[in-house]
């Protein structure tokens, strides 16, 4: 038996690897200031496309700058934003078919965007409130859609990695030409589930895309101090899968790699890791401040390539674009958000009883025991709950959301 796939042949004095032989180059179509490169040749990306891409990147960044602002005036407890990273995550997307499954790490909202998730729909969410499927349960950012493929988010590291490709092997097995989507920062990638993950991909043949965004940052740590191999990219010839590096903040590249890792997951089985170089224009997440750890220069020059910039020209060019289309759908995508912000956060909470149901079928009596106690205590000591908390009796609920001044608008939050 073979214990190896080298046909190097033997040598007789010690040899040793470490890659440094290998150079992988970054693929790129776009430069930073919009045009192509000689070379280039024409983008796949057809006007529409092209446009719904367009347009989810925009989403993204209103819905990003709209929800931090509200996290800094206290109406939302937390906040990720994509900023920087919208071509990465959203071109992907879009190279997919929408009934390719997603699976996500915490900041790729823009691929929810791009197949439709309603404004409401993340507004629930964020606010937790009676319309969000967790029943307030999770943080904010936690988003998750059975009907658009997009997996719960879960946020310890890399879990949904390997998830990604038992999926794929799922959708293998079931024969109708789909593939998963998995998307981790390059500090998930330092997981062990990283490498299990593209381990057993590569054994049992999957087809499941491996996207990392590399960003230059897990939290603080930059990739200096993470790791000292070339990159994410080059691990997976560890595994004998395909691997492509690309810029991360030139989306027609982005698209044209992705489409690409498409066909040899959903052809051949091949599954395949593309490692996006982009960077994160924002903080890590509403709790941090990067002035501690980064220079406003570095991020000046990274601002430069801002993807949303660079697309926008390319689209100008090609007379598929206007300035003041754009202005326009800015200013009325700011106020969906806005108003859609204004119902979420007045809308009830969760029901206590949801606190006991949705995880069995039936609730257990040792459930049902404690939840019992718990309406004793709440009747009880009322005046130790604010009013607007999830209530006991539903009618009562209304009046307690219009008395409470926290969701009365206005008055609390400037
Ligand atoms: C298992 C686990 N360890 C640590 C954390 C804390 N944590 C949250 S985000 C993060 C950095 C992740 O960086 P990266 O994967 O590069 O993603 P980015 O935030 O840059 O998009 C860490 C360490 C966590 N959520 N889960
Ligand atoms: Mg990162």
Redesign the pocket.
């Known amino acids: 038996m073979k214990t190896t796939r080298s046909t190097a042949k033997p040598v007789h004095k010690p040899v040793f690897a470490n890659g440094d032989d290998i150079q992988i180059p970054v693929f790129t179509l776009l430069k930073p200031d919009g045009t192509l490169y000689a070379g280039a040749g024409k983008s796949s990306l057809e006007r529409d496309t092209a446009r719904r891409l367009y347009r989810a990147m925009l989403y993204t960044r209103v819905l990003d700058e709209r929800m931090m602002a509200a996290q800094r005036q206290g109406r939302l407890s937390f906040y990720m934003q994509c900023t920087g ?1 919208e071509a990465a995550v959203v071109g992907a997307t879009a190279a997919l078919d929408d009934a390719d499954m997603i699976m996500a ?3 790729e909202q823009g691929a929810l965007a791009y197949r439709g998730f309603a404004t409401e729909a993340f507004m629930d969410q964020l606010f937790g409130n009676q319309g969000d499927p967790a029943h307030g349960r999770q943080m904010p950012i936690h988003y998750g859609s059975r009907e658009l493929n997009y997996l719960t988010i879960s ?4 879990t949904q990695i390997p998830q990604a490709t038992g999926y794929a092997y799922g959708q293998k097995l079931a024969g109708q030409g789909h593939c998963t989507l998995a998307i ?6 330092s ?1 062990g589930d990283f490498h299990a993950a593209l381990n057993m991909a590569s054994v049992h043949k999957v087809p499941v895309i491996f996207l990392c ?1 590399n ?1 230059g ?3 603080s740590t930059p990739v200096t101090e993470q790791f000292a191999g070339d990159g994410v990219a080059a691990r997976a010839f560890g595994y004998r899968m395909q691997s492509i590096r690309v810029d991360g903040n030139d989306v027609l590249a982005v698209y044209e790699a992705t489409r690409e890792a498409r066909r040899l997951a959903v052809e051949h089985n091949e599954p395949v890791l593309i490692e996006a170089m982009t960077y ?1 224009l924002a903080a ?1 997440s509403s709790s941090d401040d990067p002035s501690g750890y980064r220079s406003k220069k570095e991020e000046e020059a990274w601002r430069k390539k801002d993807p949303l910039r660079r697309m926008q020209r390319w689209l100008l060019d090609l007379g598929w674009w206007e300035e003041a289309e754009e202005h326009e759908l800015v200013e009325s995508l700011r106020r969906e958000v806005l108003d859609t912000m204004k119902r979420a956060e007045k809308r009830r909470p969760p029901a206590l009883e949801t606190l006991v149901t949705d995880v069995y079928a039936e609730v257990p009596p040792a459930l049902r025991e404690q939840f019992d106690e718990l309406v004793a205590h709440v009747r009880r000591h009322p005046e130790a709950y604010p009013r607007s908390a999830p209530w006991l009796d539903a009618d009562q609920a209304d009046a307690a959301m219009q008395d409470d001044p926290s969701t009365r608008d206005g008055e609390t939050h400037p």
Not at 155 to 158: C, V
């Open positions: 990273e790490q915490y900041r946020s310890p590291l890399a981790f920062g390059e500090g998930a990638a997981e965004r960003n940052y897990a939290i994160r890590h």
